[in-house]
């Protein structure tokens, strides 16, 4: 049963924005941790952001800080990646991820450990 679909990936110049959706299950959506991860070609994976908790808390690599926003929409099970101002460093297979196998979202987030991950939407921002 695929659990996470992603969609919204592109090829977008620089200073551009894309917006990443990803279609959940009801199991992998109602989980305390979700977010996304990258992997660029050659480097490791990357956490991008997350949200956690009943309140919606997030968590952003610093990197992105400020150009990018995660959101969730529970009504329809569907999690979001709002990626603004893009360089040609956020060029990367972006992964849509839930239920973070760590004791908290946090560290699930900085290792990059989840249990359930969708097949990736690609992201090519060009110069």
């Known amino acids: 049963q695929v659990q996470l679909v992603e969609s919204g990936g592109g090829s977008v110049q620089a200073g551009g924005s894309l917006r990443l959706s990803c279609g959940a299950s009801?199991?992998?959506?109602?989980?305390?941790?979700k977010g996304w991860i990258r992997q660029a070609p050659g480097k490791e994976r990357e956490g991008v952001a997350a949200?956690?908790?009943?309140?919606?808390?997030?968590l952003y690599a610093d990197s992105v800080k400020g150009r990018f926003t995660i959101s969730q929409d529970s009504a329809n099970n569907t999690l979001y990646l709002e990626m603004t101002s893009l360089k040609p460093e956020d060029t990367a297979m972006y992964y849509c991820?839930?239920?973070?196998?760590?004791?908290?979202?946090?560290?699930?987030?900085?290792?990059?450990?989840?249990?359930?991950w969708g097949q990736g939407t690609q992201v090519t921002v060009s110069s």
């Open positions: 991820v839930a239920r973070g196998l760590r004791r908290s979202c946090g560290h699930s987030f900085s290792k990059g450990d989840f249990g359930v």
């Open positions: 009801e199991y992998a959506f109602r989980t305390t941790c």
């Open positions: 949200i956690f908790g009943g309140g919606g808390g997030t």
